[in-house]
């Protein structure tokens, strides 16, 4: 969902820890080392990685094209492959005739089997394209905060590993405990009452 | 800090309670909510709100929507023991609108619309309409801690329950 959106969904973030070293070069190393890879043609069927937000399709970090002003702006890019069962069942069925034939044997073996449907499944995921899923987001560095365009749950779960291990800092999604404990300010008895609260009956 | 997914889990409780009191806030004092933050902002319900009760495994679910819908029988789900779990809120400033779903366990936020940004043809504007566009979710995001600094001062004073609370009961029974 891009950020620029007429309507969006959008999970919040504060980044723990800074940047050791030059930010905009560590950053921009950071993006083209986990760009996502294209994987049309290949046997992989999922791939994540990070990719320009004006350009998705053409990932591009050249420069500092990545920052606007005091913000970093960039997308999260998953592409996933489907093949459909249905396609394996028949090539399956077509290539065990044509080694049965060939073979002149009245049975497979198990592991004949299996080998003729890795064969098969990484046939068609060569041939299959994949479908690209973009999240936009918006990293304000110097108030540690990211505005993150997705609520699927997947989506934050890919956000939150490249994360660490693109720029090795953690990403603490806010919901009421960490909102809590992180960006609010509270007093040590306030702290005391927050650890031993329970529910209101109103 | 506890575990993230136990944290989660164990203060699911605290969004909800969250949302119940903006709903009591916006509906008897919008001037105190307005006034929480540096610029001027008028909050108010939107269109959608979901209240939930929960009783042991059994769940009841009231959702309420429409832009003239009648909030009578969220009153009734909230004294038959429901809170709010999901809320639509308006705020306006400046003349601006944002409008925005918020779900009280995660506090994610979904269907947000903010202000109108100019064209986005050229490079150039498409840069202007960014930082536009984050501007508008700074905003939202600090009046929105804004608004949950202030529940917390309330939740966790010691006259939560015969103060804050009791109110709420007479608002609920009105």
Not at chain 1, 106 to 122: A, F, R, W
Not at chain 2, 30 to 41: A, S
Not at chain 2, 130 to 147: G, H, N, P, R, T
Not at chain 2, 157 to 174: S, Y
């Amino acid at each position: 969902m891009g950020l620029l959106s007429s309507s969006v969904s959008m999970t919040r973030y504060r980044v723990n820890g800074e940047i050791e070293g030059p930010l905009m070069e560590t950053i921009h190393q950071g993006l083209v080392t986990n760009t996502v890879p294209e994987i049309d043609g290949e046997v992989t069927d999922k791939a994540t990685g990070w990719t320009s937000w004006q350009t998705p399709y053409q990932p591009d970090f050249e420069g500092s094209s990545f920052a606007y002003g005091t913000y970093l702006v960039f997308s999260l890019r998953v592409d996933k492959k489907s093949i459909p069962a249905k396609a394996v069942q028949k090539l399956m069925a077509v290539e065990m005739a044509r080694k049965l034939a060939e073979d002149q044997r009245p049975y497979l073996s198990k592991n004949e089997k299996k080998l003729i449907k890795e064969h098969v499944t990484d046939a068609l995921c060569r041939q299959v394209p994949s479908v690209p899923h973009i999240y936009d987001l918006i990293w304000n560095y110097e108030e540690r905060r990211i505005c993150f365009f997705s609520s699927l749950k997947s989506a934050n779960e890919e956000l939150e590993e490249l994360f660490v291990k693109s720029f090795g800092l953690n990403l603490i999604r806010l919901f009421p405990y960490t909102l809590t404990e992180i960006a609010m300010e509270l007093t040590a008895d306030q702290k005391d009452r927050l650890n031993h609260l329970k529910p209101t009956s109103f | 800090m506890l575990d993230v997914a136990v944290a989660y889990n164990r203060y699911k409780f605290l969004g909800h309670e969250f949302l119940t009191w903006l709903w009591f806030m916006m509906d008897t004092q919008p001037e105190v909510l307005g006034g929480l933050y540096k610029d001027e902002i008028t909050p108010y319900m939107g269109n959608r709100i979901v209240l939930e009760a929960a009783s042991g495994d059994i769940r009841e679910t009231v959702t309420i929507k429409g832009d003239e819908a009648d909030m009578q029988e969220g009153r009734v789900a909230l004294k038959k023991g429901a809170l709010v779990t999901e809320l639509n809120v308006i705020i306006e400033s400046g003349g601006q609108q944002w409008q925005f779903t918020i779900k009280g366990e995660s506090l994610n936020i979904s269907s947000l619309s903010t202000p109108e940004i100019g064209p986005t043809s050229s490079a150039e504007d498409r840069e202007g309409a960014v930082l536009e566009k984050a501007y508008f979710y700074e905003k939202l995001s600090s009046y929105f801690d804004s608004l949950f600094q202030d529940f917390l001062n309330q939740r966790l004073a010691a006259d939560w329950e015969t103060q804050r609370v009791a109110a709420m009961q007479n608002w609920i029974r009105k």
